[in-house]
């Protein structure tokens, strides 16, 4: 096992709450606050780790499942994005599959624990989130099976490697659809700005936070970091698209990778604060203009 | 390579003109594919000739500049701003799109013209087209449906462009009249089917009685 690879995945582990820490001060500053301290994320999930736990007599083991299941499921996931030059531990053929599904599972336990509720609140929001992560699936599937088809490689390590054919030349324009495809899904997954609002708690609007309500204490704090890990994975696999370049010197990939990350970070606190929310009924058509420009991509990629 | 960018902003500005209900908004993107196709004679091989020339300069003056300005007069006047209630929703039209897409890409690389530019000249066209087509049938104000017309001839020129070695000019300036000429009576009845009826709405016209 490589070295860098386990460094890798424990600033996975470590850091990606610190991305949260970073939106939430960029949209402070844009506001003209101070803002809360950068590492108050981690403050906030060792306080609901410290919290007890209420849980509601018409559950059953359901919604206890939900987050420990989702949160270990988006923990697997990490070992699977490779970051800053460094391949993923766990590397295969068509590892971006279970990637994708490994993702579709996470969502699936959450929208468990949500029905188990028996709230019709939390009903609808599980389908609502049901119906966005259907249109924002295939856009994922088309945005990585372009990557793929544009190198030959059939691995998320072997695709973001070095020596990946990724960046040769006259790619740029189908490369750069991509992006944009990925960074619409990766706010969309997230539940950021255009698709869901993360502070909102009105009822009407929300989707992923209304399907964590009736979560407390360690619960909430395992959704809570899962939903880190998964800003973090996806971001990783953005970046990656991004940046294919490599210095030829690990440290310095890795250094460029962490702030590259940070730097999306930034920018989704930008677009979070010049941006309002979209109506309901307009996100399926923004997922789909995502799926539209990946599939764009796929067209001139098979063409190339 | 270049040509590429040039083809992929035209499948995006198809995708706004689904997705997007603010008639400004449709203008802006009609007027800037009238750009585009006015840059995309210069792709052409051989060497700049005054058929290059002239294609370029008139189609962007006309479907640049001058149809863009009567539309956004006639909507004016007309008052309408945005298209309310599509018979076909605009996640829906995405897409619709989107499978139109693929079928033109299906049914354009088997009809590549030997003279084309590029590979893609065939498909572009005939997404052009149908998007045009699905404007035309989906919306309810007549406004949208001239723009959608628009949109149609855009995909005409396209094809036309691809063969514009071989073909006269004169076709392609005929084309072009017969679109302005067009773009001139529906500017004109639009104002007064406004006029008369207080909207816009062409499914509602089949109710009339004498």
């Known amino acids: 096992m490589n070295p860098s690879s386990l460094l890798c995945l424990l600033a996975a582990w470590t850091l990606s709450p610190l991305l949260l820490g970073i939106i939430n001060r960029t949209k402070a500053v844009f506001a003209g606050r101070r803002g809360s301290p950068l590492l108050q994320p981690y403050h906030d999930l060792l306080k609901l780790f410290r919290k007890d736990l209420v849980i509601s007599r018409t559950t059953t083991w359901v919604f206890v499942a939900g987050p420990l299941a989702g949160c270990a499921i988006l923990g697997m996931s990490t070992f699977l994005i490779p970051f800053g030059g460094s391949p993923s531990i766990l590397r295969f053929s068509g590892d971006m599959i279970l990637f994708a599904y490994l993702l579709g599972l996470a969502r699936f336990m959450t929208v468990l624990a949500a029905l188990d509720t028996g709230s019709s609140f939390e009903g609808m929001g599980a389908s609502r989130e049901v119906q966005f992560s259907a249109l924002a699936e295939p856009t994922l599937f088309l945005a990585l099976a372009g990557l793929t088809l544009s190198t030959g490689e059939l691995s998320l390590s072997g695709l973001f490697s070095a020596n990946s054919t990724l960046h040769r030349g006259g790619m740029a324009v189908p490369l750069a659809l991509i992006a944009v495809a990925l960074f619409i899904l990766f706010l969309a997954e997230n539940a950021r700005i255009p698709v869901d609002d993360p502070n909102t708690h009105l009822e009407l609007t929300m989707i992923h936070e209304v399907m964590v309500l009736d979560h407390s204490g360690p619960l909430l704090g395992l959704i809570q970091y899962g939903a880190a890990l998964k800003l973090w994975v996806l971001g990783a696999i953005l970046w990656n698209t991004l940046w294919p370049f490599s210095t030829g010197h690990n440290g310095a990939d890795a250094g460029i990778a962490l702030v590259g990350m940070m730097g999306l970070a930034v920018g989704v606190g930008v677009v979070e604060s010049v941006m309002a929310r979209l109506r309901l009924l307009r996100v399926p058509a923004l997922l789909t203009g995502a799926g539209a420009l990946a599939l764009i991509s796929l067209i001139f990629i098979a063409r190339l | ?210």
């Open chain 2, 1 to 210: 390579m270049t040509i590429d960018i040039l083809w992929i902003l035209f499948i995006v500005s198809n995708f706004f003109l689904l997705g997007s209900s603010r008639l400004h908004t449709y203008i802006r993107v009609i007027s800037l594919q009238g750009f585009l196709l006015s840059v995309l004679p210069w792709f052409s091989e051989g060497p700049v000739s005054g058929h290059i020339v002239a294609m370029s300069l008139i189609n962007g003056s006309t479907k640049g500049i001058l149809f863009p300005w009567l539309l956004s007069q006639a909507i004016r006047r007309a008052e309408v701003r945005r298209e309310i209630e599509p018979f076909i929703g605009y996640g829906s039209s995405l897409f619709i799109g989107l499978l139109g897409l693929l079928t033109s890409f299906w049914i354009g690389n088997r009809l590549i013209p030997p003279t084309a530019t590029s590979v893609f000249t065939a498909a572009m066209a005939l997404f052009t087209l149908f998007v045009g087509l699905f404007l035309i049938m989906s919306r309810r104000k007549a406004i949208t449906q001239a723009l959608g017309y628009l949109v149609m001839e855009n995909g005409i020129s396209i094809l036309g462009m691809a063969l514009l070695q071989h073909d006269p000019v004169v076709v392609e300036l005929g084309i072009l009249l017969d679109a302005f000429a067009a773009i001139f009576v529906m500017g004109i009845i639009m104002f007064h089917i406004n006029q008369e009826f207080d909207h816009m709405d062409t499914d509602r016209l089949n109710q009339l009685k004498d």
